[in-house]
């Protein structure tokens, strides 16, 4: 799995912008047991709380990606970040949709490594915890890293998005 296209896209793209994980080392892509379709079964697999788990959300906003990075803890409130950003229009994207333009599938969307950047926001509750764990893309990987490294590698704007 490892050699998994998408997987070494988002290693590549970590290992580009020198990406770290809460500790301070270099991010890296792991492989867990089995996929893992949620934050909580995320946040199970990894022995962290679902808080601690960026989910990679993507919407269709006005017809264009709108990649959320939210706490697992949460959801993201539509009508409200859709007012927020000047969106008349903020549905969750069909799966077509973000493989368009993530090549990944759901359940394994990274916040890096698609075929072009995408619009990112990144949610602030995220910041309380020291190490955060992404999908790597596919929905059996992620990897470590830290709200603020979040925030550099997308170019993503920091929101409250619950």
């Known amino acids: 799995m490892q050699s998994h ?3 070494r896209a988002v290693q590549e793209a970590l290992d580009a912008a020198d990406t770290r994980d809460g500790a301070g080392r270099p991010s890296e892509v792991r492989l867990l047991p089995e996929a893992v379709h949620t934050a909580a079964a995320a946040a199970e697999a990894l022995g962290v709380g679902v808080g601690a788990i960026a989910n990679s959300l993507v ?6 990606p709108l990649l959320v990075l939210t706490s697992g803890a949460h959801r993201v409130d539509t009508a409200g970040l859709a007012a927020s950003l000047g969106i008349t229009h903020l549905r969750r994207a069909t799966p ?15 916040p890096l490594g698609h075929p072009a950047p995408l619009r990112t926001l990144v949610d602030t509750a995220l910041e309380r915890y020291d190490e955060v764990w992404a999908a790597g893309g596919v929905p059996q990987a992620v990897f470590p890293t830290t709200y603020a490294e979040l925030v550099r590698i997308t170019a993503g704007t920091p929101t409250e998005v619950a």
């Open 96 to 110: 077509e949709f973000v493989r368009q333009h993530t090549g990944q599938v759901i359940g394994g969307v990274a």
């Open 59 to 64: 919407f269709a906003a006005d017809d264009a």
């Open 5 to 7: 296209p998408n997987v």
